[in-house]
């Protein structure tokens, strides 16, 4: 029976700890916090989107991304509802995201907790691990909590990323891997707010609108995302935003221009829009520029609109001449904001970068120092919003947790 060590008790440890003690393993989880899982209560805000049904490996980033298909295949979506409606859980779906029906987050957890206890898996809380010694020839670990340390046949590194590291978090997984000899990816947070450098966010603070929003120059943008835009006092959030933070992250720390271009009609066509302009315009009497603008978006960004075009509020509509007027409207559909900087890992929902895929194998075993395994957020991989970063827990956790039990 092998002697399992798992760092880490976040959605990932918990998996591989239940499926290493299912495999015959005997585990023990080492949690710095008073408990296990703070961080699942959290998720989803307190409901927990565990997983997604509209599953593709190409929701997922990292610099290697080619060993996602293997993993996904031995513990896929379907795996991930059996096994919680396995330990009692019921889920509901809304567009493919998956809740369990309770909508409480706690429902994960206290399943999660209730296989840990059944299979007689030992809990270390308060018990941060400061360093892993492998000893002799390999193959033997010695696990330091403080200065008391125990040997293992196997570690199962589960420490997660640095994001919302009031969680547990902290980014110290990156120093024990880094200790066993693994080089990382660069981290960025991801699934974050963006700051941004105009000032007429002031203006646009508190609208919430449907958008696209286009990540990169006008004409070959990076990535374009749909949803709802939230505008704050310094910049952009909400789901579309979250979609394309780590790409907006990776660009800034190579201190590259991050232009992003917002379309508030999205689903009008090109003739449609320039037909509905010319139109507005044929009538102007009596009307000043903010009143022309009634009806378009909501009155915030219409203030936008004519800020940016230097048209003020109260000059005849007359006035300002139907070409110019033509371009105003033309402006809703390329609203043009500059990333500065994605808001700190404190506010971001997952850490990108990590250990580098490249140092391990199909089984997430590292090929540096064999009987170590990783799994979770501390690997380089990282999910686009909607249950798939869980759902790489839960993959990633069943996947090390099972090897680490041969
Ligand atoms: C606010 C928020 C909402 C989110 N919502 C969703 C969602 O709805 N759906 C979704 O799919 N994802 C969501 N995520 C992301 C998801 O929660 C994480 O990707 C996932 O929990 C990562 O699991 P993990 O096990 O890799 O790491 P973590 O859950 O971060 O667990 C790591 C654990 O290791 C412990 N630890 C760290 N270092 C040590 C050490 N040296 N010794 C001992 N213990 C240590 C930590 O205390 C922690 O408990 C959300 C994240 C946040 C912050």
Same mark, same amino acid.
């Given at each position: 029976m092998k002697k399992i060590a798992v760092i880490g008790g976040g959605a990932s440890g918990m998996m591989a700890a239940i499926t290493a003690a299912n495999s015959g393993g005997q585990v023990t989880i080492y949690e710095k916090n008073d408990r296990i899982g703070k961080k699942i209560l959290a998720t989803g805000n307190g409901k927990c989107n565990y997983s997604n049904r509209d599953f593709n490996t190409a929701y997922y980033y990292g610099q290697n991304t080619d060993k996602l298909e293997h993993l996904f295949e031995q513990f896929s979506v379907t795996d991930t509802i059996s096994f919680f409606l396995e330990g009692g859980m019921l889920s509901k779906e809304r567009n493919g995201y998956l809740y369990p029906l309770s909508e409480q987050a706690s429902t994960v957890l206290d399943i999660l907790r209730l296989k840990i206890n059944k299979l007689s898996v030992r809990v270390e809380l308060q018990s941060e691990v400061t360093a892993i010694e492998v000893l002799g020839k390999g193959n033997e670990f010695l696990v330091k909590v403080g200065g008391k340390g125990e040997c293992y046949d196997r570690v199962v590194l589960t420490c997660g990323g640095c994001a919302a590291p009031k969680t547990g978090s902290d980014g110290s997984g990156y120093r024990l891997a880094r200790g066993l000899g693994h080089r990382l990816v660069d981290t960025v947070p991801a699934l974050v707010q963006l700051r941004c450098r105009e000032d007429f966010f002031k203006i646009a603070a508190g609208v919430r609108c449907e958008a696209s929003l286009s990540l990169g120059e006008k004409n070959s943008p990076i990535q374009v995302e749909r949803g709802e835009v939230q505008f704050t006092d310094y910049g952009i959030s909400g789901i579309p935003v979250f979609q394309f933070s780590r790409t907006a992250a990776y660009l800034l720390k190579e201190r590259k221009e991050v232009p992003v271009y917002i379309d508030f009609f999205p689903d009008w066509e090109e003739a449609e829009y320039e037909e509905m302009c010319r139109r507005r315009t044929e009538d102007l009497s009596g009307k000043n520029a903010e009143e022309f603008l009634i009806g378009m978006a909501n009155k915030k960004i219409n203030m936008v609109m004519l800020r940016q075009a230097g048209i003020k509020p109260s000059e005849e509509a007359h006035k300002i001449g139907k070409e110019r007027l033509k371009k105003l409207l033309f402006s809703y559909r390329k609203l043009c904001t500059h990333v500065v900087a994605a808001n700190s890992f404190d506010h971001a929902q997952v850490s990108a970068g990590? %250990?580098?895929?490249? #140092? %391990?194998? /199909? /089984?997430? #075993?590292s090929l540096l120092v064999p009987g170590l395994y990783f799994a979770g957020e501390l690997l380089d991989i990282d999910g686009r919003c909607g249950g798939y970063n869980l759902q790489w827990a839960w993959t990633s956790g069943f996947v090390a947790g099972k090897n680490a039990a041969v």
């Open positions: 990590g %250990v580098n895929m490249k #140092e %391990v194998t /199909s /089984s997430l #075993e």
